[in-house]
């Protein structure tokens, strides 16, 4: 079992910055592929981006590329999501997750694939 601990988020203006930090505690091998996940009022849970640890990957959902940087201090067991460039679009309750490899096949497979979830925290994003 690995636990979570989230910390960052909060409200920025458009075009604004922030990070989410997110600790890992517990198994290690359940903690190989770690990223953020959002939702949205009334939408479903997204993919954000995913770092595995092993091969050094990163994934990211489109609309994120470019704005958003994902990286992971293995020593620490804590993943970073940088967050540039942010848009309305961005507001939403982002989660971290965990899961063990394969996280190419987690993070194609979605929400459902990853087994260990943080609380949460709020990104607001305001125009």
């Known amino acids: 079992q690995v636990q979570l601990e989230e910390s960052g988020g909060g409200s920025v203006q458009a075009g604004g910055s922030l990070r989410l930090s997110c600790t890992a505690s517990?198994?290690?091998?359940?903690?190989?592929?770690m990223g953020w996940f959002r939702q949205a009022p009334g939408k479903e849970r997204e993919g954000v981006a995913t770092?595995?640890?092993?091969?050094?990957?990163?994934y990211y959902a489109d609309s994120v590329k470019g704005r958003f940087t994902i990286s992971r201090d293995n020593a620490k067991s804590t993943v970073y999501l940088q967050m540039n460039s942010l848009k309305p679009e961005d507001t939403a309750m982002y989660y971290c997750a965990a899961a063990p490899p394969p996280c190419s096949v987690r993070w194609r497979d979605g929400s459902s694939r990853f087994s260990s979830w943080g609380q949460g925290t709020q990104v607001t994003v305001s125009s």
């Open positions: 517990g198994s290690t091998s359940n903690s190989a592929c």
């Open positions: 770092f595995d640890r092993f091969l050094g990957t990163t």
